[in-house]
């Protein structure tokens, strides 16, 4: 069946641009994750859905960044006013519940470049 | 805090060398742990996990076990290909919602 999806797979944007990075989930997959990953780094924890309810934002950087999952399936992370610092790959995950035996699936990530 | 610490690559060996790359890690509990795996131009993939102490998770040749004593989850394989060139994370499952926490992964290159 089909993997987790995400687009665009590149962006690049001016300094102060919005930016919308979309996801979508293995169909019935209740848990969304978003993960931002630095070049030569591990990636790192945003923001986490359970359905439609965005349970954890601990990982967020700023609030210029907003996440949103409106009816428990497709997601968008909006970036605000990027910085060069924003400049990462994105990715996504889901897992089929919120077990902790469960194996999370990423896309394939967005780059996102600010210029 | 929660954290993973990996073997600084870049890990460079010849086909049919044996591999190991170190993980170590600090949790509250007794997490869940992964090693995932990005090959060139792809996506994270998982290679194996370990959900208990004393689990071995093996995948495609490679292993990893669960050493609660040791807090650790060394992945190995006794005969690595050039296919095999990638970027391996180690990771696990941390806080109530279960979010990944990962290592800052290790660049296996295996020449021919």
């Known amino acids: 069946g089909a993997g987790v999806s995400q687009s665009p797979r590149y962006k690049v944007a001016k300094r102060g641009q919005d930016v919308a990075l979309r996801c979508d989930p293995i169909s019935g997959h209740v848990s969304l994750f978003w993960y931002q990953q630095a070049l030569g780094q591990g990636p790192e924890f945003l923001t986490y859905?359970?359905?439609?309810?965005?349970?954890?934002k601990s990982g967020l950087p700023s609030d210029r960044f907003f996440a949103e999952r409106p009816e428990g399936s497709v997601s968008t992370l909006k970036i605000q006013r990027t910085q060069q610092e924003d400049s990462a790959v994105y990715l996504c995950?889901?897992?089929?519940?919120?077990?902790?035996?469960?194996?999370?699936?990423f896309g394939p990530g967005t780059r996102l470049t600010v210029l | 805090g929660d954290s993973v610490t990996q073997m600084e690559g870049p890990v460079t060996l010849s086909e049919e060398a044996f591999l190991t790359i170190n993980c170590t890690y600090t949790?509250?509990?007794?997490?869940?742990l992964f090693w995932y795996v990005q090959y060139p131009g792809e996506g994270l993939q998982l290679l194996l996990k370990?959900?208990?102490?004393?689990d071995k998770g093996s995948n495609k040749g490679f292993e990893a076990t669960y050493r609660k004593e040791t807090t650790s989850f060394h992945l190995e394989k006794g005969s690595v290909q050039v296919s095999d060139s990638a970027v391996y994370f180690c990771a696990f499952y941390g806080g109530a919602t279960n979010k990944l926490i990962f290592g800052t992964g290790t660049l296996l290159a295996v020449q021919p």
């Open positions: 859905f359970q359905n439609e309810a965005q349970l954890d």
């Open positions: 995950a889901s897992s089929p519940r919120q077990g902790s035996t469960d194996t999370q699936y």
């Open positions: 949790a509250t509990g007794y997490p869940s």
């Open positions: 370990a959900t208990k102490a004393d």
